[in-house]
């Protein structure tokens, strides 16, 4: 008989039994607070930190919208740091005061210009001219690109609507994850609260008009744990994507 | 509260009034055997056996004032061009009288009887029954075929045969020459209508004319041709008595359906009348019902009556439940996954009203849908509002938060806003219609400052506003889930 493998069994089982109560523990026995972690997967790392693989830099010519409608230019602030545990917090008063605080202007036609750098709080923060390769605008990708904090993040964004005439009886539409706030020409029109997801025209504003020449759009996206992306257009009385307009940074 | 005599009195008049169920037209809607409702001069009308009939301005209060010369049994009316045919049995006497029935029609420009216009053009008879065959010309139902034109009429009631004739839509004679096909056996009050290919023919099987122990029931059958087979959806010919049932008992305090009439309202709006033999609120009399008429796999069904509750209101575009713009309040505690098993359960309070109202405008405040956890922000109390008028198969209603007199209204510019006590006023008034797929239409009866006609609808996911109803759009459809 063999006497020794029972003990290294016994060893073994300890060990293993040992490191499944840390891992549970630390998997189940929060208090409130933010979901836990799940134990670590290792996965093949993503280490290239570069703006071009999602984006590209806008160029001085308008551009038009893609097929849906959808608004892919945009100026784009490096994040804000926050620190949110968790996105239901994300009240209508939440939004209107920190995006009160932490407000890069409170000229909200207000043209950023690309490059330069504008201070909130004690964060020194730089202006993308960007358009999305995708309908919408993934933020995550953006902080992960520029080494940026990629959770907790408040990120201001401009883009400038031009328009040979007046386009009446139409709607800014918007979906984000997860809560923001967008004005139109210095006028507040969406906000989306709570704990949402990037949906296609998730919110809408009311009726609006999109007057001939340059009509300004400023937005603010906050997000804490998770991804942060938005999607933003004009729909018409029907629901239609609105085109007829180009989008430019300046 | 001493619980004296006249106090209990006053608590059961109480409970009596808040368990009320509104569910039958209001005003004096007695009659039997209704004819298809039409509109004539904006008021409504529908005519009844023994002749005259009922009118309504609004499609919910309805009272005597139609007028049909003629007497007899079960006429029935359909509008063409600018005309009006009515059509009637003069009956031979009955279950046990004689079966020497007579069909008549004829004409008149208007229903109103106070319009210069009014004058019924001599009635001609188009079909009848000897007496001893296998029919009895009453009940008949006009069917104008929207396919081709032509203009039929089918009748007869339990003593054999419903039969079908053609008639002349021009002078409402009898087409020459045409020959009565049998389409039915041992049902009455037939009627015949067209939808998407199909020809239904509806009929009325049961005990009649018992009133509150009468078992009177609506059935259906269809065919790809208005001259039949009409079979039911177990394949069995209304030859052969098949039929499958669309209304029956009330459920309560109505029953006996019979005489289908199919009254379209808009595209996706759909209601049937018909009377209950016996309404137990109303003396056990004989009623004017309406109730929204849906289709399921091609098949009538008959809806209900809205019921007054508490719901969660649910977009069908995407399920978001309708809710006070307010900021989210959290219930203690967070993620509560599995821990001791051994730990004892408790139940944990639902957030109340009270938890949370302190924390609300007090003056108006917005309307958005969102998902939807049952908070006291979500939940809408929704009851009739006794002096708010009608509308087809329908009360208005007040639409307020729950346990609160905050209600929805329509603003000037069609927008949503919830003002902080109900007045009464018309922008506060909402019109609730079933659709044919089941779900709801609900309407503003006023929007300020417009004659527009306006729904409730889904400019996004979470962005309910006010805008021209489309059936075919999810954006137009809510549900009404009960609290």
């Known amino acids: 008989m063999n006497r020794k493998h029972p003990s290294v069994m016994r060893v073994f089982i300890f060990a293993l039994l040992s490191w499944l109560k840390i891992s549970s523990s630390a998997v189940f026995a929060q208090g409130p607070g933010p979901r836990p972690s799940l134990p670590p997967i290792p996965i093949k790392g993503d280490t290239t930190h570069t703006l071009t693989k999602h984006f590209t830099q806008a160029s001085s010519e308008p551009k038009k919208t893609d097929a849906k409608g959808f608004i892919q230019r945009w100026l784009v602030l490096e994040p804000v740091k926050k620190n949110i545990a968790r996105n239901n917090i994300i009240t209508d008063n939440f939004l209107k005061t920190t995006f009160s605080a932490d407000n890069f202007s409170n000229d909200y036609n207000m043209i950023p210009k690309d490059g330069e750098s504008v201070k909130i709080g004690d964060q020194d923060l730089k202006w993308y001219a960007l358009d999305s390769k995708t309908f919408n605008f993934n933020l995550y990708h953006f902080t992960y690109a520029l080494n940026k904090p990629k959770y907790g993040i408040l990120v201001w964004l401009v883009t400038v609507i031009n328009c040979t005439e007046d386009i009446e009886n139409v709607r800014m539409s918007a979906g984000c994850n997860s809560g923001s706030m967008w004005w139109l020409n210095g006028q507040e029109t969406m906000i989306l609260s709570g704990d949402r997801d990037m949906i296609a025209d998730n919110v809408t504003s009311p009726r609006i008009t999109l007057k001939k020449g340059k009509n300004i759009i400023r937005g603010a996206v906050i997000n804490g744990p998770g991804m942060a992306n938005f999607g933003v257009r004009f729909i018409d009385d029907k629901g239609e994507p609105v085109k007829n307009f180009t989008i430019s940074y300046q | 509260m001493k619980l004296n005599i006249k106090n209990i009195g006053k608590l059961a008049l109480a409970i009596g009034c808040l368990s009320a ?267 004017l019902a309406i109730r929204p008429l849906l289709w399921k796999n091609g098949w009538p069904v008959g809806g209900e009556l809205f019921r007054e509750g508490t719901y969660q209101i649910e977009s069908e575009r995407r399920g978001y439940g309708l809710e006070l713009i307010v900021d989210f309040t959290r219930m203690p505690g967070g993620f509560r996954g599995p821990r001791d098993p051994n730990e004892p359960i408790v139940k944990v309070a639902s957030q109340e009203l009270k938890d949370v109202i302190d924390t609300w405008p007090k003056g108006e405040i917005g309307v958005r849908a969102g998902d939807y956890i049952a908070r006291p922000h979500q939940k809408w109390t929704i009851s009739a509002v006794p002096d708010g008028g009608g509308n087809p198969g329908g009360p208005y209603y007040k639409i307020v938060i729950a346990g609160t007199e905050r209600a929805l209204a329509a603003t000037a510019d069609a927008e949503l806003i919830t003002v902080p006590k109900f007045t009464g006023a018309a922008e506060q008034l909402w019109r609730i219609d079933q659709l044919i797929d089941g779900t709801y239409r609900i309407m503003p009866k006023l929007i300020p400052n417009s004659n527009e006609k306006l729904a409730l609808i889904s400019s996004g996911d979470s962005t309910p506003t006010l805008g021209k109803f489309d059936f075919n759009s999810d954006n137009s459809k809510w549900n009404f889930k009960n609290q």
């Open chain 2, 21 to 287: 169920e509104v569910n039958a037209q209001i005003g004096k809607p007695f009659i039997h055997d209704p004819s298809t409702i039409m509109e004539s001069d904006g008021k409504y009308y529908t005519f009844g056996t023994r002749g005259g009939g009922l009118v309504s301005e609004d499609g919910w209060t309805w009272n005597p004032g139609g007028e049909r010369p003629g007497g007899g049994a079960a006429p029935d009316a359909l509008k063409i061009g600018d005309r009006y045919l009515i059509a009637y049995g003069a009956t031979g006497g009955g279950l046990n009288g004689g079966h020497n029935g007579k069909i008549l029609t004829m004409w008149n420009k208007t229903l109103d009887p106070k319009s210069p216009d009014f004058k019924y053009t001599e009635a001609i008879v188009v079909a009848s029954s000897d007496g001893n065959e296998d029919c009895d010309a009453i009940d008949p139902g006009l069917l104008l075929d929207p396919t081709d034109g032509r203009l039929w009429l089918s009748y007869g009631t339990y003593f054999g045969f419903i039969r079908l004739v053609e008639l002349d839509p021009k002078t409402g004679k009898r087409v020459e020459g045409n020959k009565e096909i049998n389409i039915a056996i041992d049902c009455e009050a037939t009627a015949l209508l067209y939808r998407d290919g199909w020809y239904y023919l509806l009929g009325t099987h049961g005990t009649c004319c018992d009133g509150a122990n009468s078992t009177y029931n609506i059935v259906v059958g269809r065919s790809k041709k208005v001259t039949g087979p009409y079979l039911d959806n177990m394949g069995r010919d209304m030859l052969k008595g098949g039929g499958k049932m669309v209304m029956g008992s009330g459920g309560g305090r109505v029953n006996g359906a019979g005489h289908f009439g199919h009254w379209k309202i808009d595209e996706g709006v759909e209601k049937m009348s018909f009377h209950y033999e016996a309404d137990l609120d109303m003396s056990g009399r004989s009623v």
